[in-house]
Every structure is written in C-alpha cells, then in structure tokens.
C-alpha cells in the first residue's frame, strides 16, 4: 500500500481541481471495458457508437487501450494530473504535446515492461517519432465527440463535489476529507503528522514536505494515485453521487412514491441535492431553462424540503431533514 505521510502545512497546501483531460481519458477507459461502467451504463450505452468511430479513425485510442494497466504503471504523459486550478481542456493538452520525446519513451517502455507485446500496428505507433502527438490528437479528438457537448453539465457535478471536500477539509482535517471518497483510503493518526493510507498499491512511502495534495474529483474514473516527479502529489476519485448527480432519470423509468408525490422534475432535484448546489448548477446539470429550475426549488422549499444558504454572493440549495426523509438517503455530515 502506499503511504502518504502529511502535516498540518500540508492541509493549507491541499487543494482541489477539476481536469477535462483527466475525464477525457477516464471516459475512453470506461467504453474499452477498463473500468466498470456501474451507473455510467446508459451514458456508455449512449456513446458507444461514437467511440467505435473514434477508433476508426484515431490509432491512438487503440494504443491506449493496450497501455492501460489496471494497478500497475500506466503511462503519466498521456494524461499528467492538473497543475492547477480553473485549467481548462485547452492548457492541460498543451501540457501533453510538450512532453520530450525521450520522457515518452522511457514511460511507454515502463509502462508495457513484463506484458505481452503489442500488436504490430500499436507497436509502430509506440515506436514513431511522432507519438506524443498521436495520443494528443486521440484524446483531443475524444474530448470533442464524448465529453465537451456536456461539459456544462458535468463540470457543475464536479464543482459540487470538490467545494463538498474542501469544506470537510477545512472543517474536519483529513479524515473528514477522506471519509466516503474511495474505501480503499484511510487516515491513520502517527504522533504530530498523520498518514493517507492508499490499499491496493505497490509498497511505498512518500512525504509532500508542506506542498500538499491536489485533489481530483471525477465521474468516470476511479482511485488514482500520482507519487512521482514532476508531478503534483495528487489523488483522483469518483465523484459523489454520480447516479443522482447526472440529472433527470432515463425515460421509462418507473415512478415512485415520491415522483408522484412532488412530480418526476422535482423528485429528480430533491435527489439530486445530496449535495448543495447554486441555481445555475442545476440548470446546467438538468438541462432546464433558470427559470423553470427556480420555480421548481420555491416549490420544493415552500414544502418544507429544501432550503437556501447563501455562501459569498452564490445561494446554495440543500436539503431539510424532511427532504433527506423523502428520499431516504441520509445527509452529508
């Protein structure tokens, strides 16, 4: 397992950022069956066509299909963690094409040592003077079919996750940031510093010496872990609540009691409000004109079920006892 011994200059050091790259790739490991789709289903369903046209016409997806390893060294080029807040798609490529050729290869060589060798197309393009920008191109070409015509929409999943995090960070040190982000994770309390215990992973120890952790939230990746120069020290996770956070449930969906209670529009908001959120996040996350949302919301909070809290110059709605009661599902602590 590999252990991240932390201070408390660490904890002020911590940050969080969103990476559309990082949801770029995570969502082409989704569809090539690297990791598993649970809730994501419909969304995999939905774009499958799309992604078998990316591989026609993307070599660079297949390569990245036969790197990917699960637990084990995956090349960090391809998809490095943020190097800051509010980067968008844009910086965070730039990033990958100005990786060194020779840092490409060394990682590549890292990355496929002791498995089977690739097919002999995938190995051409490993070995091509040209193969950082064959998987920039792949991931950029990816970005623009998959994920940048919802951005909108899950960017605000994202937002409301890591402001959910940093609040339990400042509020309750580490393991409060850590409970429920990946069950894997621990905190462990060793004299005047404690320690991030990551299960699952190589036997390692490592100290951020003040620089802190940054932390990634996402919708369609899972537990990663970054320990290794140059990067941050960064660690990736899936998002809360990523089945209620994709906005109003699939047609044909039964209704229950509570769709009929408050309609199927409202009961999707109630649910969705697991976590806070602003008026203009739930409209980009459902869809749904500003209005139609603040109309909803009055509803919902002249009910008893919701209410406002004003943070800054932002309102954020959360949800009442009583709405937690009506979508049995407990409260974030």
């Known amino acids: 397992m590999i252990r991240i ?19 770029t790739t995570a969502a082409l490991r989704l569809l090539a069956g690297h990791l598993p789709a649970g809730p994501l289903r419909p969304w995999a369903e939905r774009m499958r066509p799309r992604y078998t046209a990316l591989r026609r016409s993307w070599p660079g997806i297949d390569a990245m299909r036969v790197l990917y390893r699960r637990r084990l060294y995956n090349a960090d080029f391809i998809c490095p963690p943020p190097t800051g807040v509010g980067l968008t798609f844009a910086d965070e490529l730039a990033v990958v094409r100005a990786t ?6 060394a990682e590549l060589a890292r990355n496929l040592a002791g ?8 190995r051409r393009l490993l070995d091509s003077p040209d193969v950082v920008r064959h998987f920039a191109d792949a991931v950029e070409a990816a970005w623009a079919t998959l994920i940048e015509p919802d951005w909108p929409r899950l960017r605000a999943i994202l937002e409301r996750d890591l402001v959910y995090r940093a609040g339990r960070l400042a509020t309750y040190g580490w393991a409060g940031a850590l409970a429920g982000m990946d069950r894997r994770l621990s905190w462990s309390v060793e004299g005047d510093t404690g320690t991030i215990v990551a299960a699952g992973q190589a036997p390692e120890r490592h100290r951020p010496n003040g620089q802190g952790l940054l932390f990634v939230p996402s919708i369609f990746g899972g537990l990663g872990i970054f320990v290794e120069p140059p990067w941050p ?3 990736t996770y899936r998002a809360r609540s990523v089945a209620d956070l994709l906005g109003p449930a699939p047609a044909g969906r039964t209704a229950d009691g509570l769709d009929r209670l408050v309609g199927a529009n409202r009961a999707a908001l109630l649910r969705a409000l697991a976590a ?15 209005g ?8 919902l909070r002249d009910a008893g079920l919701v209410r406002g809290v004003r943070t800054g110059r932002s309102v954020r709605y959360e949800r009442t006892a009583l709405g937690d ?3 049995a599902e407990p409260s974030p602590v």
Not at 292 to 299: E, K, M, P, Q, S
Request: hydrophobic share 40%; aromatic share 4%.
């Open 233 to 235: 020290y960064a660690i």
């Open 5 to 23: 011994e932390v201070s408390p200059a660490d904890v002020a050091a911590s940050r969080y950022a969103i990476s559309p790259l990082g949801e």
């Open 325 to 327: 009661a009506l979508t």
């Open 292 to 299: 139609t949302i603040g109309g909803h919301l009055a509803v």
């Open 276 to 290: 806070p959120a602003t008026t203009s996040q739930l409209t980009a996350q459902f869809g749904l004109s500003l």
């Open 115 to 122: 498995h089977h060798r690739p097919p002999e197309q995938i």
């Open 100 to 105: 060194p050729l020779a840092q490409a290869r």
